[in-house]
């Protein structure tokens, strides 16, 4: 498979995402400038982490006019796979790819630590080789990750089943004190209606190697790979 | 031609900078604040061209990139 990891001025994951896809998995992939268009031969686009644009504004709102990004709202809107990865999470929600917006953390503190992440939908395109309802362990590594979305909104994606990974105990609750940052329903991971656009807050390229302290983020990237290939 | 465009939170999203503002106030002694809400502003500079269609576009930019209609509200006002 061909991934396409973007980078915009100010992303910073860049390298851990080409050096998981690349090293990790044996895939192609290259980075891809943020000034590119007409971008063709890609399975799966990645907005990886970082402060894009210092953050200026809001996060992901200056990203999200790049001259990329026109191409991949039409690779997501042709139904192409594209995973965002915290501040490629909160680009991919200016960019009206995903519902919602993100808030300040309710600490008003820049959290970067290991959380527990229940998997809640295991029939993605990006979660298949999870358990439903397996808890899996993965860092967060932001200021901005409360998610917030009006009731209707909130409604439509229980209703659809596209929140993919809610904040959970290592039993798998969901409680306010597993909540790092306020998200609604503590939510830290969703899919669009379609099922083909990820956008998730914690990290699955800084967890995919036993040797950096965990690999439950690795199957994400497998289960797109495997869920791609049949 | 002068606009000030004010963007804020919608009073239905919670404001966790409003609230720590407000902490900090009572503990600095102000008594009876009921609450603080944070906000931004843009001063932007226009060349001349007709009122309505200038509002208009600015307008249209607010929704695009300067609030997030999702979780802001925003108000231009014009600068004489």
């Known amino acids: 498979m061909k991934f396409g990891v973007i980078v915009f001025p100010g992303t910073k994951c860049d390298h851990d995402c080409l050096q998981v896809l690349r090293e990790v998995l044996g895939q192609e992939a290259r980075p891809v400038w943020h000034k590119e268009t007409g971008l063709a031969g890609f399975d799966c686009l990645v907005l990886p982490g970082g402060f894009s644009y210092g953050d200026y504004l809001r996060t992901g709102a200056i990203a999200r006019f790049s001259p990329v990004m026109e191409t991949v709202i039409q690779y997501a809107e042709r139904g192409g796979a594209v995973i965002g990865i915290c501040n490629g999470f909160q680009i991919l929600l200016e960019a009206g790819l995903l519902p919602g917006a993100m808030l300040r953390n309710r600490t008003l503190s820049f959290i970067c630590r290991d959380v527990t992440l229940r998997v809640d939908n295991a029939q993605t395109l990006f979660s298949s080789l999870y358990r439903a309802g397996e808890v899996i362990r993965m860092p967060i590594a932001h200021g901005e990750g409360n998610y917030y979305a009006d009731s209707e909104t909130l409604a439509r994606l229980l209703g659809r089943r596209q929140i993919v990974l809610r904040y959970a105990s290592p039993e798998g609750e969901l409680t306010e004190r597993d909540n790092p940052n306020g998200s609604l329903a503590s939510i830290a991971g969703i899919v669009n209606e379609r099922g083909n656009v990820l956008g998730l807050m914690p990290h699955p390229e800084r967890a995919s190697e036993a040797a950096l302290g965990g690999e439950d983020g690795r199957r994400l990237f497998e289960s797109l790979i495997h869920s791609l290939k049949t | ?80």
């Open chain 2, 1 to 80: 031609m002068h606009a000030r465009v004010f963007v804020s939170l919608k009073r239905s999203v919670l404001d966790p900078q409003g609230k720590a503002v407000r902490g900090a106030l009572e503990t600095l002694g102000l008594k009876g604040i009921e609450d603080v809400r944070q906000g931004k502003f843009f001063d932007l500079e226009l060349a001349d061209g007709d009122p309505a269609e200038r509002g208009r576009e600015l307008d249209s930019l607010c929704q695009k990139l300067l609030a997030n209609p999702v979780i802001e509200d925003y108000r231009i006002e014009w600068v004489t």
